[in-house]
Every structure is written in C-alpha cells, then in structure tokens.
Nanobody, 121 residues
C-alpha cells in the first residue's frame, strides 16, 4: 500500500513563511506527478501547485510568485515553500501523487491526510 505523510503546517502571521513537506512510502517504483491542493472551509478543494518527474511546474494564479514547489525523486518527497502568506491562504493542504507505478503495476493517485495552515494576525 501507499502512504503519504505531510509535515510543516501551522499558524503564521500575514507576510510570514511556511514550508510543507510530504513523503511517500510503499512499493512505489515511480511517481509521475506530485502536487499540493488545499481546501478552505466551505470551499471546494483546489490545486495549489504540481510538479512532474522531470521538474515541470504548474501553479494556481493566486500563489504564483509566492509559493515554490520542488521534489526529491530519490526520497519520494515533495515540498511547498510558501512565502508572503495571506489570510486567504488559510486552508487544509493536501499532498497528492498521481500516475504512480507500483511494484505490482499501475497504482493511480493517492492523497495525504492533510495539514492545517492558518494565516492570521
């Protein structure tokens, strides 16, 4: 089975920074896409940023220039550096891995349990 564990959530004042980390474990051969999504109270889950195995990135317009996604393929980890945080960034952040190949074959997509990020003065 595949497990995703997220680290690094917490509370910060507006303008502050946080770094989220996510590590994948299990019988994983390769992970094509890794990413972060978020869900604020009363809203739908939305894409924050994704990164392919080759390093191509995609960001939501609302976080461009403030957030940076990166990954370590050998460690099966994905990171999200969040700078200049705003109250609107408050949400539960979820790690996602997609187009995963397992030792037993194609595995699909998986989600972490989520980590709370709160931006407030």
């Amino acid at each position: 089975q595949v497990q995703l564990v997220e680290f690094g959530g917490g509370s910060v004042q507006p303008g502050g920074s946080l770094r989220l980390s996510c590590v994948a474990s299990g019988t994983i051969v390769s992970i094509n896409a890794m990413g972060w999504y978020r869900q604020a109270p009363g809203k739908q889950r939305e894409l924050v940023a994704t990164i392919t195995k080759g390093g191509s990135t995609n960001y939501a317009d609302s976080v461009k220039g403030r957030f940076t996604i990166s990954r370590d393929n050998a460690k099966k980890m994905v990171y999200l550096q969040m700078n200049s945080l705003k109250p609107d960034d408050t949400a539960v952040y979820y790690c996602n891995i997609d187009r995963v190949v397992l030792a037993g074959g194609y595995g699909g997509a998986y989600w972490g349990q989520g980590t709370q990020v709160t931006v407030s003065s």
